[in-house]
């Protein structure tokens, strides 16, 4: 594994990025590998030239674009016309009518990065921006901090881009997540820790090994990625934005990139403007964010994870005060929900909409009901949800909690007594019988 050459060549005419910003105090950098100001250790942000994108971008080069993230590629923070395109993106809006029903709401819809390409979560989307400017830069070795799906995406994207690739993750992510990144041969470190001292090691070896961390030094790049959620879902509206969106946060980078997507869509005329009211979820076992909303704080004190939603257990969440900001400006909400009311939400989306969601999605949707009951969603609301993971790669957090199969004679008189039985008892009854 070699270092990285980092090396700021100068921008093609067609870019239309234009620096890295300090989302704190202003101040501008290079269009390097760098994620915090020098100044002030605030995060960096990518600019645009926006006056450019309006007089260069319309509905239909949109549409003409390919069928993947890379259709929105001058909002994206690469130059090369060859993107690595492993068909990341344009997800299903699903318009989830019994699902509906059941909650009280009219009008809701699902977009589901459950069965996003090529690793069925919405990391996709980050990482294929971020390895895509990783090889512009000149890395040749990627790496991440990963709750488990990230360290899928890295490992994937990079093995079809043929990038060096290492991973570190929390030593007890559930099997189909390190399963689901072994595979692509990459090199797995497996900490004993949880995520924030993951994070905290990346940030050491980032600075040693000179690797492209796509959300440590690349995270300005690979934030971006996450704009593509909001534009696809004004794109799949036929060019409107919700009423309001919920959606889960681990480092609150997500939540805050959809709400930028959306104000660039607005900036360059591509959307009318609409208040769009952003509510956020949380597990209750890891909810730094939600606390810090309910308490009226601007400060997020971080806490110790203990939640079955490892995919979204951060800790000492990076970007939760902007999370915060932008669900207090927009007369939203931040809500947590205990890890059996997660399971319930995995349960709902799957008997109501046919999705299989993980347990960040299960938290997604417990919020979701719960807003509801509280009246803090309108029924009248066009409400969009974020499924962000999918839950094949989650399945010792349902176990035990869906039932088992009814085991039969291959007998038609046995396959009729089970039936008779399942139909008077109930499933569920039916096999506490058999037990
Ligand atoms: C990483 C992740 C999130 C949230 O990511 P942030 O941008 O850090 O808030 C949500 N859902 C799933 C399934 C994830 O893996």
Redesign the pocket.
């Known amino acids: 594994m070699t270092q990285a050459i980092q090396t700021q060549t100068a921008l093609s005419s067609a870019a239309t990025f234009t620096a890295l910003k300090c989302k704190e105090c202003g101040e501008e950098y290079e269009l390097k590998a760098t994620h915090v100001c020098e100044f002030c250790f605030g995060p960096l942000e990518v600019t645009y030239d926006y006056s450019k994108l309006s007089q260069t971008v319309t509905r239909e080069t949109i549409q003409a674009g390919p069928n993947s993230i890379w259709r929105y590629r001058p909002f994206l923070p690469v130059e090369t016309d060859t993107p690595i395109d492993v068909g990341t993106g344009m997800t299903p809006l699903v318009q989830a009518n019994r699902l509906a029903r059941r909650l009280g709401l009219k009008k809701l819809f699902i977009k589901n990065d459950a069965v996003n390409m090529p690793t069925l979560?919405?990391?996709d989307r980050?990482v294929s921006v971020a390895l895509t400017r990783a090889r512009e830069l000149g890395f040749s070795t990627v790496s991440c901090a990963s709750?488990?799906?990230?360290a899928n995406s890295t490992a994937a994207i990079a093995a079809h881009a043929g990038l060096d690739c290492c991973v570190f993750i929390p030593a007890d992510l559930e099997a189909g997540k390190i399963l689901g990144t072994l595979i692509y041969g990459p090199t797995v470190m497996a900490v004993q820790g949880n995520y924030d001292q993951v994070n905290r090691l990346c940030c050491e070896v980032a600075n040693s090994h000179g690797w492209g961390f796509v959300n440590i030094n690349l995270r300005p790049y690979y934030?971006e990625g996450?704009k593509t959620l909001g534009y696809e879902v004004a794109e799949q509206l036929g060019w409107q934005l919700p009423d309001h969106i919920v959606a889960?946060?681990?480092?609150?980078?997500?939540?805050s990139?959809i709400y930028k997507g959306f104000q660039e869509f607005i900036k360059v005329g591509l959307v009318e403007e609409k208040a769009v009211r952003f509510s956020g979820a949380q597990a209750e076992g890891c909810s730094p964010i939600a606390q810090a909303f309910r308490e009226g704080r601007d400060f997020v004190t971080p806490v110790k994870p203990n939640t079955i939603a490892k995919?979204?257990a951060?800790g000492n969440?990076a970007?939760g005060v902007y999370a915060v900001d932008i669900a207090r400006k927009t007369n939203g909400n931040i809500e947590s929900v205990n890890d059996a009311e997660i399971i319930e939400g995995i349960k709902l989306l799957a008997e109501t909409e046919g999705i299989f969601t993980?347990t960040?999605?299960g938290t997604t949707i417990a919020v979701l009901k719960k807003l509801v009951e509280a009246g803090k969603i309108d029924p009248e609301e066009t409400t969009v949800t974020y499924i962000?993971?999918n839950g094949l790669k989650t399945q010792e957090a349902v176990q035990g909690y869906i039932g088992e199969p009814l085991t039969i004679e291959p007998k038609l008189d046995s396959f009729e007594r089970a039936l008779e039985r399942s139909h008077t008892l109930g499933r569920l009854e039916w096999q506490q019988v058999l037990v």
């Open positions: 979560s919405f990391k980050v709750t488990g799906n990230l934030s996450s889960p946060l681990a480092s609150g980078s997500l939540f990139k995919s979204i951060i969440p970007d993980e960040a999605g962000t993971g």
